[in-house]
């Protein structure tokens, strides 16, 4: 394969790897968030 390819397809892949960790950070603190609110609900109804 081209060197240039090559380069192009792993500077994609990059890019790719770094927007999936920035969706699994916001998952996690939307996660997060949600846990606290059923927490806060549960103490309401007892």
């Given at each position: 394969m081209?060197?240039?390819?090559?380069?192009l397809i792993l500077e994609h892949l990059k890019i790719i790897r770094a927007d999936?960790?920035?969706l699994l950070?916001?998952?996690?603190?939307?996660l997060s968030r949600l846990i606290l609110i059923e927490g806060h609900l549960?103490?309401?109804e007892h």
């Open positions: 081209n060197e240039n390819l090559e380069n999936i960790n920035k950070e916001s998952q996690c603190a939307i549960d103490l309401r």
